[in-house]
């Protein structure tokens, strides 16, 4: 068992729509939590992060952390055209020096 | 925000050669770097933790003779794939960290060995 779990699509749904992406993950020892979008052919570009439990807004996207279910997930509200693109969430712990344990990626499709 | 800028984005260049790529944190000191590959249509794969001055971490199953890095400078990591062959085309990230959460990746070298 992969210790973060991601769906990797694709993903697919209409401009506008709200979009819900999602990871699990086995490690309880995870503290930070983030959000990465990557186009094709360029790096990752960090969205969010989340310290522990909680929700963080930051304008069309809210991220949500469960710990206690060991589940993390990402909403788009709005979505857009641009918003087309691979999501990667990657979590990390202080005694693993927080070294980063990614998801395979959710590849998104937003259709005009 | 912090940036790192990655050269070259794209190279070519024929088997049994070597090609370096350079990393650098434009804005704040870096003392770990860490450079991934991802094949396509997959995650990223840490292949190594970069620590300035001294040696690089390497993960189970990567070629620390093949994948040279070196961290000279809190600025810059290079990595060096060594007699490339085909199967070392990828694309290759580096990424450079702040703090605990703070990770900002360059843009990425796409790798083609012919």
């Known amino acids: 068992q992969k210790e973060v779990e991601q769906d990797p699509g694709p993903l697919s749904v209409p401009e506008g729509a709200i979009v819900s992406l999602n990871c699990t993950y086995s490690n309880s020892a995870f503290q930070y939590f983030m959000w990465y979008r990557q186009y094709s052919r360029k790096g990752p570009e960090l969205l969010m992060y989340?310290?522990s439990s909680g929700n963080k807004e930051d304008g069309r996207f809210t991220a949500q952390v469960d710990k206690s279910s060991k589940y993390i997930s990402l909403f788009i509200r709005d979505s857009q055209p641009s918003d087309s693109a691979t999501y990667l969430c990657a979590m990390s712990a202080r005694a693993s020096n927080y070294q980063l344990i990614w998801g395979a990626g959710t590849k998104l499709i937003i259709k005009p | 925000g912090a940036v790192v800028s990655q050269h070259p984005s794209r190279v070519i260049c024929k088997s049994g050669t070597s090609v370096k790529i350079e990393c650098r944190s434009l804005?704040?000191?870096?003392?770990?770097m860490f450079w991934y590959r991802q094949f396509p249509k997959q995650s990223l794969m840490l292949m190594a933790t970069?620590?300035?001055?001294?040696?690089?971490?390497?993960e189970q199953g990567v070629e620390k003779d093949k994948f040279l890095i070196n961290h000279a400078s809190l600025t810059l990591s290079t990595l060096t794939v060594t007699s490339a062959h085909p199967e070392d085309s990828s694309f290759y990230i580096c990424?450079?960290?702040?703090?605990?959460?703070?990770?900002?990746f360059g843009s990425g070298t796409r790798l083609t060995v012919v």
């Open positions: 970069s620590n300035e001055g001294s040696k690089a971490t390497y």
């Open positions: 990424s450079a960290s702040e703090g605990a959460a703070g990770y900002t």
């Open positions: 804005d704040f000191q870096a003392t770990t």
């Open positions: 989340t310290y």
